[in-house]
């Protein structure tokens, strides 16, 4: 069995100076907003915050100046990206971009698309969405049908995406598809194009509301749409490969554990002067494990930060992250005598609805339980 290690980022001068500027920009930025906007920091759009982060070159931090980066380190990008969400920051005008679509371009784009497309983003002003889950094939990936066929100096798509974050407001998507093959081929004939959603004609986009009434999901419908051939990002066939070193930036930020952390402060304010031991005993335990994960986490930073591939950590990551994440509602529920209601004007009560709504999305985004300890087991050696 092969063993596993987390690095442990070094803590510096320059990323505490960071998290206190950081820290300062948001106390003025978002001051005005509420306990349940906070808690839906995720699906959070506003455009003006993004663009102001943008300004303070907290996006695109790690990337080249040539296409509008700053050339910073993974850790001082981690330093911020921990801060808004932890502070309940609006961050998904900017989210998938910086996140994850900068980074594969960077990887594998050709010059003209980096140029386009990057110097955009690290301004706050270009938004993307991921085209990779499909109907009836859950978080197989390898199962798409979404077909791609080269037509003279075009690719003609055929295909729909599902749970598709954001395609509605967004500028771009990272297209995962069949350019060869069929189904059964597997992970071989995949490629991805990138699609610009405002220019391409045979694409419709429908809403997906989701339980508490909010339109983040989408179906993404490609019906013979024209996508120009140097569309292409890398190779041809090598669509597989690029998912997967993608996957590593989206599976394993702190995101992964932060996504009820609004509800973990009202539930220690709930719980202001309580001296029972299960309330002792539970907050003690939630902060444990909260440091524990911020451990990991900060531990692939450092490996990304390095060049290395930290596909299996970060795997462990996000299946650690979302079962910790799902616990604190169901906690939440049995120390505090609140029914949750989003209409309430108790702050506890209204987040915990928000959050129990959500919760079950968290253990499907990024990937399912089954999919990420499969990657573990492999990764371990054991199958």
Known sequence: MSALSFPAPVETEATETLRREVREFLAQQIAGRTPMQRADSWSGFDRDFSRALGARGWLGMTWPKAYGGHERSAFERYVVVEETLAAGAPVAAHWIA???????????????????????????????????????SGSDLAATRTRAVRDGDVWRVTGTKLWTTGAHDADYMILFCRTSGTPADRQAGTSQLLVDLRRTEGVTIRPIIDLDGKHHFNEVHFEDAAIPADALIGTEGEGWAQVMSELAFERSGPERFLSSIQLLIE??????????????????????????????????????????????????????????????????RTLVDAVPDAASTRSFAAVLQKTMWNAPSWSLRGGTREILRGIIARGLGLR
């Open 98 to 136: 910086d996140r994850q679509s900068g980074p594969t371009l960077l990887k594998y784009g050709t010059e003209a698309q980096r140029a386009a497309v990057l110097p955009g983003v690290a301004r706050g002003e270009t938004v993307f969405c991921i085209g990779m889950s499909e109907p009836g």
């Open 267 to 332: 539930l220690i304010g709930a719980l202001q002067g309580a001296d029972d031991d299960a309330s002792l005993l539970a907050i003690g335990r939630l902060t444990s494990h909260l440091v524990v994960l911020r451990r990991l986490s900060r531990g692939v930073a450092a490996m990304l930060e390095a060049g290395d591939n930290p596909t299996v950590h970060a795997a462990i990551v996000k299946d650690l992250g979302a079962v910790y994440e799902q616990s604190i509602p169901e906690i939440a």
